[in-house]
């Protein structure tokens, strides 16, 4: 497909266990950003990658959220050991190269319920 | 702590009115995005201000950039329903940051 690609569209699952959380990103572009959205929130920035290194990883919640980007192109997002306020949508967005000028196109999300 | 704060959080008007929102920040920013995001879907780029004091205009929409690049406005002319939606500004350096937004609610 043209645009950036999130996988699973939704996933409930129970608290304690591990989840993945998958993003293919427009073909080209090197940046790539994991954000996180509350019902009727804006969105809390977690972690960004240009290529395949992660410059800045400061928003990542807690240490039981993890990241990683492979060839400079898919990328996953890992939450261990869920907790009930991990519930959100979790929005990925790709951009080519820097940002000034450029747009960022989003995913539809991944919509994470923590029973 | 918000490093983008947007006002008002919420707003609910009549259509043909005109609204504006704001986008402030104490840090400079390289650029200044405002986004719409509609239920269900992800944030859409409206418009990308560089320079300090720009105005941009997308048909009923202008946008302004601050002179000194810390702070934006999105001012909406003739609200229509279809205007209804989140808007969000993001600032951009070396990565990008979002306000919380605005909730915009146009009654007809």
């Known amino acids: 497909g043209a645009g950036v690609s999130q996988s699973p569209s939704n996933k409930v699952t129970e608290k304690g266990k591990d989840v993945e959380l998958r993003c293919d990103p427009i073909?080209?572009?090197?940046?790539l950003y994991w954000y996180r959205q509350s019902l009727g929130q804006g969105l809390e920035f977690l972690i960004y990658?240009?290529?395949?290194?992660?410059?800045?990883k400061s928003g990542l919640p807690s240490d039981r959220f993890s990241a990683e980007r492979t060839g400079g192109s898919v990328s996953t997002l890992t939450i261990q050991r869920t907790q009930q306020e991990d519930s959100a949508v979790y929005l990925c967005?790709?951009?080519?190269?820097?940002?000034?000028?450029?747009?960022?196109?989003f995913g539809q999300g991944t919509r994470l319920t923590v029973v | 702590t918000q490093l983008l704060e947007q006002s008002p959080q919420f707003l609910s008007i009549q259509e043909g009115e005109n609204l504006t929102v704001y986008c402030n920040s104490s840090s400079v920013f390289s650029s200044l995005q405002w986004y719409r995001q509609e239920p269900g879907e992800g944030p859409v780029l409206l418009v990308t201000v560089v320079t300090g004091g720009e105005v941009k205009k997308l048909k009923r929409l202008t946008f302004q950039f601050g002179d000194a690049r810390k702070d934006s406005s999105l001012h909406i002319t003739a609200a229509q329903p279809g205007d209804t939606g989140l808007y969000l500004c993001?600032?951009?350096?070396?990565?990008?940051?979002f306000g919380a937004g605005t909730r915009l609610t146009v009654k007809p």
């Open positions: 073909s080209g572009h090197t940046a």
């Open positions: 967005a790709s951009s080519f190269r820097g940002l000034v000028n450029t747009e960022a196109f």
């Open positions: 990658f240009q290529g395949n290194s992660a410059p800045d």
């Open positions: 993001a600032g951009a350096n070396n990565d990008m940051r």
